[in-house]
Nanobody, 113 residues
Framework: QVQLVESGGGSVQAGGSLRLSCVSSGTLFGLNVMAWYRQAPGKQRELVATITRGGTSTTYADSVKGRFTISRDNSKDTGYLQMNNLKFEDTAVYYC??????WGRGTQVTVSS
């Protein structure tokens, strides 16, 4: 059974930075694409960024391009989302996902303007 645990969320002022982490149990982490999603109150969950198994290719939502960086360390079964120049509209619960359907429980990010 795979478990994903996100951490690193918190409250920050606009323009600030946070680094989210996603630690995976089990042996599937390095075999799967990893993604970060977010869900703001009253909105659908949206894809923020993805990274391939080897970390050589990434994709980003237009809303975070140039501000967020996704990365991973397969030796530690851990993925990251570096978030810089945060905006009020980045406020959401952030989830990591590996493979087709392994999800963490999320970490709250709150940005005050």
């Amino acid at each position: 059974q795979v478990q994903l645990v996100e951490s690193g969320g918190g409250s920050v002022q606009a323009g600030g930075s946070l680094r989210l982490s996603c630690v995976s149990s089990g042996t599937l982490f390095g075999l799967n694409v990893m993604a970060w999603y977010r869900q703001a109150p009253g909105k659908q969950r949206e894809l923020v960024a993805t990274i391939t198994r080897g970390g050589t290719s990434t994709t980003y939502a237009d809303s975070v391009k140039g501000r967020f960086t996704i990365s991973r360390d397969n030796s530690k079964d851990t993925g990251y989302l570096q978030m810089n120049n945060l905006k009020f509209e980045d406020t959401a619960v952030y989830y990591c996902k590996i493979g087709k359907n392994y999800w963490g429980r999320g970490t709250q990010v709150t940005v005050s303007s």
